[in-house]
């Protein structure tokens, strides 16, 4: 990592902190991350990250689960005490139970106005932090914007690198150098068609996405286009899952454990567990694990090609896949940093931090930020 720096964490200074508009230092902040599939808060005391919540909250299966997992973390926030201010992202408007990802934006600002209480705030990205009432006017901005709050919190403590976040479902992919996000898309659709937004997760990735042939048993085998399996099955099988990882249903609501994920992955090329060894599936594992790296290797090479930072640049790495995000880092003979080592949290917390890299991200940025 010749000629890269690592700034002091970016929550660790009193001086640093914001205050509101009566002058007084902002000492308990929450930044909340609102996705489809999961809720992740993050509790910001002095300048530290001090607690972080998972919650699955499918919302596409009913707005309930949403409101399930908030009052659930707001009843134990409120244990703690009381919040100066909350501080809210999400990608959860692209839901389908939502008309229109504008609908969404608004919904979710809507929700969460009505059940926190403080001073309350959304982030839409390059504009900044908003005002719930922003969320009509701003709902571009504001709509997936979490990828941009955890690469700002990196621009602002990193002198240049890709950074790369890897979550249960998407990849997010982009540079940072002098201080500044350096992102050629902000909308989902833009960042699809740039690199910078991959659409493979460490876990909630049907099989069928991830490889359409694979290599078995000497012969390349087409894949069946159905839900029988996941990435979960497959990090399962290769031995690199923490289950703390996997919070949702298997594809077939049975257990979790490598024999049932072998079950589900030979239904991938219609066959039985029983039709193959147990080498002959750990192989077939590691296929699918490899395809999927490619398809996250070439768009990091897309995202390289622009030459925004220098070839020795490290990777910022973020997310529940960073596994899979070391392994690209070999191939690209690249340095790595870790994202909690831009914020100010103990030891005990940074894989916490790592799978809720916005929501920590976005507090600690509230924590900065006057008014």
């Given at each position: 990592?010749t000629?890269?720096?690592?700034r002091?964490p970016?929550g660790c ?8 508009l ?9 930044g ?9 808060a993050?509790l ?12 699955a ?7 309930s ?9 707001i009843?134990?926030v ?15 408007e692209?839901s389908?139970?939502f008309p ?13 106005a009505?059940?926190l209480?403080?001073?309350i705030?959304?982030y839409?990205?390059?504009a ?5 009432g922003?969320?009509r ?11 941009h ?8 403590s ?9 979550g ?20 989902d ?11 493979q ?5 049907p099989l ?5 042939r694979?290599a ?6 087409p894949v069946?286009?159905?839900l ?5 099955d497959?990090q ?13 249903p ?16 030979s ?5 039985d567990a ?9 192989w077939?594992?590691h ?10 290797h ?9 030459e925004?930072?220098?070839?020795d640049a ?6 529940t ?5 070391r ?7 690249l ?5 909690p080592?831009?914020l ?11 799978r809720?890299?916005?929501a920590?991200a976005?507090?600690?940025?509230a ?5």
């Amino acid at each position: 990592m010749t000629g890269t720096a690592i700034r002091p964490p970016a929550g660790c200074s009193p001086a640093r902190r914001a205050k509101g508009l009566n002058g007084r230092i902002m000492a308990r902040i929450i930044g909340w991350d609102v996705g489809g599939a999961h809720l992740k808060a993050a509790l910001v005391e002095d300048g530290q990250i001090t607690r972080i919540w998972q919650e699955a909250t499918p919302i596409w299966q009913g707005l309930s689960h949403l409101h399930d997992g908030l009052m659930k973390i707001i009843n134990e926030v409120s244990e703690r005490g009381s919040v100066d201010r909350h501080a809210v992202t999400m990608t959860g408007e692209l839901s389908d139970i939502f008309p229109s990802r504008r609908e969404g934006v608004e919904h979710i600002a809507r929700i969460f106005a009505e059940r926190l209480s403080g001073d309350i705030s959304l982030y839409g990205g390059a504009a900044g932090f908003l005002s719930p009432g922003d969320a009509r006017s701003h709902a571009e901005e504001i709509a997936s914007a979490n990828w941009h709050a955890s690469a700002a919190l990196a621009a602002a403590s990193i002198e240049e690198a890709l950074f790369i976040d890897m979550g249960s479902t998407t990849t997010d992919i982009l540079t940072v150098a002098d201080g500044t996000v350096r992102s050629q898309g902000a909308t989902d659709n833009q960042r699809l068609t740039t690199g910078e937004l991959v659409y493979q997760g460490y876990t909630r990735t049907p099989l069928m996405a991830v490889a359409s042939r694979i290599a078995f048993a000497g012969q390349v085998v087409p894949v069946m286009n159905e839900l029988f399996a996941t990435m979960a099955d497959v990090q399962r099988i290769i031995g690199v899952l923490d289950e703390a990882d996997d919070l949702y249903p298997a594809a077939d609501g049975q257990d979790k454990t490598i024999e049932a994920s072998r079950r589900r992955l030979s239904r991938m090329v219609g066959l039985d567990a029983a039709d193959a060894t147990d080498g002959a599936w750990e192989w077939l594992a590691h296929g699918f694990a490899e395809e999927q790296l490619r398809q996250i290797h070439n768009a990091a090479l897309l995202v390289l090609s622009r030459e925004v930072i220098s070839d020795d640049a490290p990777i910022v790495m973020a997310g529940t896949g960073r596994p899979v995000l070391r392994r690209l880092a070999s191939r690209l003979d690249l340095g790595v940093v870790d994202f909690p080592d831009l914020l100010d949290c103990p030891a005990d917390l940074r894989d916490a931090v790592c799978r809720a890299a916005p929501a920590a991200a976005i507090a600690t940025l509230a924590a900065q930020h006057v008014g």
